[in-house]
């Protein structure tokens, strides 16, 4: 079983920045890629918004438009860790930012549906004050 541990949450005001990180541990990891997805307040687990997603072998990353030239997704292979820089952040990037492995994916056109993802963090909250 793989599990995944995000940290980095917290609150901001508008403007500023966070950087999240998402570690994976338990048995040996091997992973198409891992994606951060986020549920804002009063949203539903079905609801989860994909963020941004980025393979594991290769550098292949996708973003959502609503975080595109704001937040980058970057890797460190050796500690199975993920990372999300989260730059000039607004309120409405207040949620819960969870992190997402998929071990297969056989068309990147589908690498936002969260109900492909085999493994899931626990989430961290970010809030973002204006």
């Known amino acids: 079983q793989v599990q995944l541990t995000e940290s980095g949450g917290g609150s901001v005001q508008t403007g500023e920045s966070l950087t999240l990180s998402c570690a994976a541990s338990g048995r040996p990891f091997s992973t198409y890629g891992m994606a951060w997805f986020r549920q804002a307040p009063g949203k539903e687990r079905e609801e989860r918004e994909f963020?941004?997603?980025?393979?594991?072998?290769?550098?292949?990353?996708y973003y959502s438009d609503s975080v595109k030239g704001r937040f980058t997704i970057s890797k460190n292979i050796p500690k199975n860790t993920v990372y999300l820089q989260m730059n000039n952040l607004k309120p409405e990037d207040t949620a819960v930012y969870y992190c997402?492995?998929?071990?297969?994916?056989?068309?990147?056109?589908?690498?936002?549906?969260?109900?492909?993802?085999?493994?899931w963090g626990q989430g961290t909250q970010v809030t973002v004050s204006s």
């Open positions: 997402a492995a998929i071990e297969i994916l056989y068309d990147a056109a589908y690498v936002a549906s969260a109900g492909l993802y085999d493994y």
């Open positions: 963020v941004t997603a980025i393979t594991w072998v290769g550098d292949n990353t």
